[in-house]
């Protein structure tokens, strides 16, 4: 047996690492590949929708400076000086069950977005008050909705503080409740908040992370001159607010978006002088725009991802949508599902246990820094525009955000941003998933929608939409791109029929044949650039002559017979919809 010494070097044999040598050995593999640069940097990175670039390599130099201490200022690495989160469920029906269902495997807060008459039967004597928060989301009859929880409390006998949650009062449409129950909190309910500033629609509207983190600083800056105004203190002000946010399945961002959130408010907090609680209470919320309701058990993948990044950002508060969430009405299962990824990620992986994990990353401080600063400009030019109501009613916000759901959607089109299950690796075979509507229909987009379009109106044909794919060549040769035309045509939910292999190269009359047989009336050639070069024109033309009305290439070129081609980047959406109207499916 070999002892080990005592002392290990790990480092032994390996030579020191520089950037120059990094930048050196990229250079080379990107020449390799065809990519002629003097900067890998540049070659190498990519840019969000705020303008923030994502560097492929980060070092020390990269460091921002001091993020400062978990629940101290700047409060970057997190308000409380300790890990966890409240475990927050959504319920949109009186349903007592649910509810103690929740309770009863692990959910420790409740999101009630009910009417103030529901209130007592959901909240019955078994469900113990003083052991969990309760946020109300009533909208209008927010005041209602309060005065039914206070009259729970008092009938309950809690104590002055038995009470925690939010009200969840909005001090932009409704300033005059909202003042009324933050006086009501601070005098009567010191474990309540009164007021919920909630940045979710600004990203369910297709908004950038520093667009909703720079709205939500401007509505709480709103508030706080809303309760200030009323008599509130600016301490007993900021006291009085939660932020919301979501959480999507870009664990990086997400996670640096929440840090950067809290570096907007303590500068908030700074400038009025504030220094007691000014550190940011965080609720996230699994992405409503990310789901799909296509191939719907991905959403699982999605919100875990959401989960754990909301959690090691430092939310004080997550809640996990279910799968179904944007089908409708969520049964038991996805329920159970949404509370069993807390505990997952909680009790078997830990991530609570650590505060701020992402902390000293040099890429998460970096872009939690460049994220703070494009909210803090967007912040600031809201402000000059006379705050979030001048903004909202001036169109500022509402074009802003636009602009970027533009620039989205172009990205979805063209599969820049891919949507698993949807514009990528699409199941024609799946079996659709109903469940009964929700009481308040949903606001807002989801990028998979224009792609789930086509599905849908492809299933409701009578003879599902097909294209024929005509393969040039042996096996080797024609499936890569085989299979990237048959997953953007599936996308769309357009069937594709593979004609015969030839391992000789292509016998256009046998492709004809085929065509023919298949019933089809679209085709589409797939090979490599060398045999297009050597076939594609015959192919095409006896393609045209057994009735094809359109002849697609998979891949780049001009070659005769051939309309046009679908490559990668190309605009699919655009695809799809020149395919359906060629099929005459009406849209």
């Known amino acids: 047996m070999t002892v080990p010494p005592d002392e290990l070097r790990t480092a032994d044999g390996f030579p020191p690492t520089t950037r120059e040598r990094w930048r050196e050995l990229a250079l080379g593999v990107l020449r390799k590949s065809g990519i002629e640069t003097d900067s890998p940097e540049e070659a190498l990175s990519s840019t969000t929708y705020d303008g923030v670039t994502v560097a492929p390599l980060y070092d020390m130099s990269d460091l921002p400076g001091d993020p400062g201490l978990p629940g101290a200022a700047l409060y970057v690495r997190g308000a409380r000086p300790a890990g966890g989160w409240d475990v927050r469920?959504?319920?949109?029906?009186?349903?007592g069950q649910a509810v103690l269902a929740d309770l009863e495997n692990g959910v420790t807060s409740l999101w009630l977005a009910l009417a103030p008459e529901d209130l007592p039967r959901v909240l019955g004597e078994e469900i113990y008050l003083d052991l969990i928060s309760v946020v109300l989301d009533a909208?209008?009859?927010?005041?209602?909705?309060?005065?039914?929880?206070?009259?729970?409390a008092e009938r309950r006998?809690?104590?002055?503080?038995?009470?925690?949650g939010n009200l969840g009062a909005d001090p932009v449409r409704d300033p005059v409740t909202a003042a009324e129950l933050a006086g009501r909190c601070v005098a009567d309910f010191p474990g309540l908040r009164a007021v919920v500033i909630d940045g979710t629609p600004?990203?369910?509207?297709?908004?950038?992370?520093a667009e909703?983190?720079?709205?939500?600083?401007?509505?709480g800056v709103a508030a706080l001159r809303t309760l200030t105004g009323a008599g509130l203190s600016a301490e007993e002000a900021f006291g009085q607010l939660e932020f919301r946010y979501a959480a999507t399945a870009d664990q990086f961002l997400t996670i640096a978006k929440l840090r950067a959130a809290r570096r907007v408010w303590a500068r908030v907090a700074e400038v009025c002088g504030v220094s007691g609680n000014a550190g940011q209470r965080q609720h996230a919320v699994t992405s409503s725009a990310m789901m799909t309701a296509r191939d719907p058990w991905v959403n699982m993948l999605r919100t875990t991802l959401a989960c754990f990044a909301a959690g090691a950002g430092g939310a004080d508060?997550?809640?996990?949508?279910?799968?179904?969430?944007?089908?409708?009405?969520?049964?038991?299962?996805?329920?159970?599902?949404?509370?069993?990824?807390?505990?997952?990620?909680?009790?078997?992986?830990?991530?609570?246990?650590v505060m701020d994990p992402a902390g000293g990353s040099w890429y998460v401080e970096r872009l939690t820094e460049d994220l703070a600063g494009r909210a803090w400009e967007w912040f600031q030019e809201i402000e000059r525009a006379g705050g979030m109501a001048s903004a909202l009613d001036s169109g500022l916000v509402p074009d802003r955000i636009a602009a970027t759901w533009s620039a989205r959607s172009d990205n979805i089109a063209h599969r820049r941003d891919p949507i698993t299950g949807v514009s990528e690796f699409p199941n024609l075979g799946e079996r659709p998933v109903t469940r009964p509507p929700r009481p308040r229909p949903a606001i807002g987009v989801r990028y998979a929608r224009e792609f789930e379009a086509l599905r849908d109106l492809a299933d409701a044909q009578e003879v599902r939409p097909a294209v024929f794919l005509a393969v040039i060549g042996p096996v080797a040769a024609h499936t890569a791109r085989a299979s990237f035309a048959a997953n953007l045509f599936n996308a769309g939910g357009v069937a594709t029929l593979t004609g015969p292999v030839s391992a000789a190269g292509a016998d256009p009359a046998a492709i004809a044949a085929a065509f023919a047989a298949s019933g089809a009336r679209i085709a589409c050639l797939c090979s490599s650039d060398r045999l297009y070069g050597e076939h594609a024109e015959a192919v095409a033309a006896a393609l045209r002559e057994a009735g094809a009305a359109k002849v697609w290439l998979a891949g780049r070129g001009d070659y005769a017979g051939v309309d046009a081609t679908l490559h990668a980047g190309c605009d699919a959406l655009g695809v799809l919809r020149t395919t359906f109207d060629d099929l005459e499916v009406a849209r």
């Open 89 to 95: 469920q959504r319920h949109e029906v009186a349903d």
């Open 139 to 152: 909208g209008e009859r927010t005041g209602e909705a309060a005065e039914a929880l206070f009259a729970l």
């Open 157 to 164: 006998g809690l104590a002055r503080g038995g009470l925690t």
């Open 202 to 209: 600004y990203h369910d509207l297709g908004g950038s992370d």
């Open 212 to 219: 909703e983190l720079g709205c939500a600083a401007a509505a």
């Open 317 to 353: 508060a997550v809640t996990v949508q279910p799968f179904d969430a944007c089908l409708g009405l969520p049964d038991a299962f996805a329920r159970r599902i949404a509370r069993n990824t807390h505990a997952l990620l909680v009790e078997e992986a830990g991530t609570a246990r």
